[in-house]
């Protein structure tokens, strides 16, 4: 099921890179931008996230903090972070639990082949944990701008 800006943010509770549990309230009274990859150090994904790295600074000064999920276990999620010196939250959510809260989680196609897997997708969160925008099947070098064009009005 789909999330619509006005929907409740699903809570998360998971694991980051480093073994810390990151939830949810830890953002609270700060808008969250969090977006979904289907596999760590992937083309598509690597861009994603290396475009969310090249922006903290920018998304810093608008009050935004950052969190990434996918399916990867946190010693996968660490090598991507340890490998393009990402330096924010990278959340493993080994079990899709999150990502099915979130409708992140679907059948996708791919060289004729259908399975399930996540469909990438962004969100921002405001500080009362309100869905204020949200982009499924967003391409990976569009996350960033997405949420910085809503973020400006």
């Given at each position: ?17 480093h073994g810390e549990t990151v939830n949810l309230q830890d ?85 004729g082949k259908t399975y399930m897997g996540i469909i990438r ?33």
């Amino acid at each position: 099921m789909a999330l619509a800006p006005g929907d409740a943010a699903p809570p998360f509770s998971l694991t980051d890179q480093h073994g810390e549990t990151v939830n949810l309230q830890d953002f609270r009274r700060r808008t969250l931008l969090v977006y979904f990859y289907p596999k760590a150090d992937t083309p598509g994904c690597t861009t994603q996230s290396c475009d969310v790295r090249d922006h903290l600074q920018e998304l810093g000064e608008l009050g935004v903090d950052v969190v990434g999920i996918s399916p990867d276990d946190p010693r996968d999620q660490l090598a991507f972070d340890r490998k393009f010196s990402l330096g924010f939250p990278l959340l493993a959510d080994t079990d899709h639990a999150v990502a099915d809260a979130w409708g992140t989680w679907g059948e996708k196609t791919n060289y004729g082949k259908t399975y399930m897997g996540i469909i990438r997708s962004s969100f921002l969160v405001d500080g009362d944990g309100t869905i204020t925008h949200a982009w499924y099947k967003v391409p990976p070098a569009q996350t960033v701008p997405k949420a910085t064009d809503a973020l400006a009005g």
